[in-house]
């Protein structure tokens, strides 16, 4: 799957000043809970921190409030499905190697029968491991069951591409940010096939386009350990019980913080905030990723056990 993702998307832009680098006058800024009652001293406060997602709360019952609206979002996104059901539709990886005519219906039944007498392992680790099958025509026929590019490690630049997603996600989605094209084009490195909500994520979390595509199991464990030697934006992973703990939680983490511009999107059973804490963090050079980790702070938070 060669995902072309912007965000904007109908029922996924953020709200009216969300992106981290928009400006906005604080003199015309409301508090974001629309149930809000205010009072004169508001008007004292500054209005431009904290704010989540463009909208600045005036108090910390209303920055909860605003939480547990962006949480409900999220859980309630349908687009967190959708790689399951193309999943069962999908034509077998052996098959089309087979229609490819880049194995044999001998080596296919052999590398079957080692699966299933072993009761694990995909096909085409047996394939390559037991039948002499390149490892460079499963690669490529991963790629056609996917519909997905095979990308090269070229150009990859470890320390760039720490600032673009947290280092607790890519331990557990096992995605690797390989490079930013031209400015706005997040290439996203995959091992066996593509991971649409994952992809989804980061492209509205960083405000580029994001093209997934599947790398060389050896390239990419290369890459992945080259990335995670590098230092990230600063961050905390946590594991809650639900959601409400998770809104309670992060509402007193941006009330302690007081960011300028903060961002929630969820992973699966992960939930991934970021924070902008000054103005020059706000200004990166390409989408919204920060062009330093100084003054942002990503939060992972863990809903429910990790299984």
């Known amino acids: 799957m060669e995902l072309r993702l912007q965000t904007g998307t109908a029922g996924y832009a ?40 463009g909208q600045w709360a005036c108090s910390a019952r209303c920055m909860q409030t605003m939480v547990e609206t962006a949480i409900r979002r999220e859980t309630t996104e349908t687009v967190f499905t ?25 080596q296919l039944q052999r590398a ?27 690669l490529r026929g ?25 280092k607790a996600l890519i331990e557990r989605t096992g995605v690797v940010p ?11 490195g995959w091992e066996d096939r593509p991971d ?23 390239e990419l464990g290369r890459a992945r350990q080259q990335l995670c030697g590098c230092p990230f934006v600063k961050a905390t992973v946590e594991q809650v019980g639900n959601t409400e703990l998770l809104a309670q939680r992060m509402a ?20 991934w905030l970021r924070m902008w804490l000054e103005m020059g963090s706000m200004s990166p050079r390409e989408g919204d990723v920060p062009a330093t980790g100084d003054d942002v702070v990503d939060c992972v938070y863990l809903v429910g056990s990790e299984q």
């Not at 007498?117 to 680790?125: K, N, S, T, V």
């Not at 590019?149 to 720490?162: E, I, K, N």
């Not at 390989?178 to 996203?188: E, N, V």
């Open 14 to 53: 953020p709200a009216r000043g969300a992106r981290a680098g928009t400006e906005f006058d604080p003199s015309l800024v409301e508090c974001g809970n629309p149930a809000c009652a205010g009072s004169w001293l508001t008007y004292l406060k500054d209005r431009r921190r904290p704010v989540l997602e």
């Open 196 to 218: 649409a909500a994952v992809a989804f994520a980061i492209a509205r979390m960083s405000g580029l386009r994001v093209e997934s595509g599947l790398v060389d199991t050896a």
């Open 82 to 106: 959708v790689g399951s059901r193309e999943h069962r539709h999908r034509m077998p990886l052996g098959l089309i190697l087979l229609a490819q005519g880049w194995i044999t219906n001998e």
């Open 178 to 188: 390989l490079r930013i094209a031209s400015g706005r084009i997040l290439y996203l």
């Open 142 to 166: 991963l790629g056609l069951q996917w519909q997905s590019p095979v990308l090269s490690v070229a150009g990859f630049d470890p320390a760039a591409m720490t600032w673009t997603v947290p």
């Open 252 to 271: 007193s983490v941006l009330a302690r913080m007081r960011p300028r511009a903060s961002h929630l999107v969820r992973v699966h059973h992960l939930y």
């Open 112 to 138: 079957l029968d080692l699966q299933r007498r072993a009761g694990q392992g995909r096909i085409g680790e047996w394939l390559i491991a037991k039948c002499g099958v390149d490892q460079d025509r499963v």
